[in-house]
T-cell receptor
Framework: GAVVSQHPSRVICKSGTSVKIECRSL??????MFWYRQFPKQSLMLMAT?????????EQGVEKDKFLINHASLTLSTLTVTSAHPEDSSFYIC???????????FGEGSRLTVL | AQSVTQLDSQVPVFEEAPVELRCNYS??????LFWYVQYPNQGLQLLLK??????LVKGINGFEAEFNKSQTSFHLRKPSVHISDTAEYFC?????????????FGKGTRLSVIA
């Protein structure tokens, strides 16, 4: 099956720094990628929809200046958490929609810990 | 807007016993339905999906689900569970034939299989 790779899988950073998480579709092209956030023992909450070549669409309550999303190519979307704070610590998961079939595939997730 | 309700947050069950995880959805338009499994600190793995056709859908690891349009349900079942089935299970819905819409997830059900 199609593979979506997220990197890094785990990252620890100091408060105030910025962290970039990559989401790559390894064997298919994805015009649309979605970024989710998951708090411990909770469900996935959609943060934003990332479309190749255009600005991301953010869900209500998600700060677009804090969570910068770039979808520069058909196989790569990045989420940058700027000026990270401990409350940004979470599990971030991306999913990519295969361009031809429309099927969704999920990455393995990235766990961010902000000290 | 679509919504998904997973009625049980936790389901304990003895090994080799049958299990049903309940999922109800709400939508004013036709939808696709999905079940995902998440093991600790990992991403989501697709168990099965209903797109069209037969209402009984068989997935991986011996799971199956039945789409019931009149009851707006998509309950997940397994006739005999194993210890390795212990995980978090998410029901999700997306709008039929709409390329850019994300999945909307339920809150999840934690299945604990007891030896």
């Amino acid at each position: 099956g199609a593979v979506v790779s997220q990197h890094p899988s785990r990252v620890i950073c100091k408060s105030g720094t910025s962290v970039k998480i990559e989401c790559r579709s390894l064997d298919f092209q994805a015009t649309t990628m979605f970024w989710y956030r998951q708090f411990p023992k909770q469900s996935l909450m959609l943060m934003a929809t990332s479309n190749e070549g255009s600005k991301a669409t953010y869900e209500q309550g998600v700060e677009k200046d804090k969570f910068l999303i770039n979808h520069a190519s058909l196989t790569l979307s990045t989420l940058t958490v700027t000026s990270a704070h401990p409350e940004d610590s979470s599990f971030y998961i991306c999913s990519a929609r295969e361009m031809n079939t429309g099927e969704l595939f999920f990455g393995e997730g990235s766990r961010l810990t902000v000290l | 807007a679509q919504s998904v309700t997973q009625l049980d947050s936790q389901v304990p069950v003895f090994e080799e016993a049958p299990v049903e995880l309940r999922c109800n959805y709400s939508s004013s338009v036709s939808v696709y339905l999905f079940w995902y499994v998440q093991y600790p600190n990992q991403g989501l793995q697709l168990l099965l999906k209903y797109l069209s056709g037969s209402t009984l859908v068989k997935g991986i690891n011996g799971f199956e689900a039945e789409f019931n349009k009149s009851q707006t349900s998509f309950h997940l079942r397994k006739p005999s569970v194993h210890i390795s089935d212990t995980a978090e299970y998410f029901c999700a819905v997306s709008i039929r034939n709409s390329g850019n819409t994300p999945l909307v997830f339920g809150k999840g059900t934690r299945l604990s299989v007891i030896a």
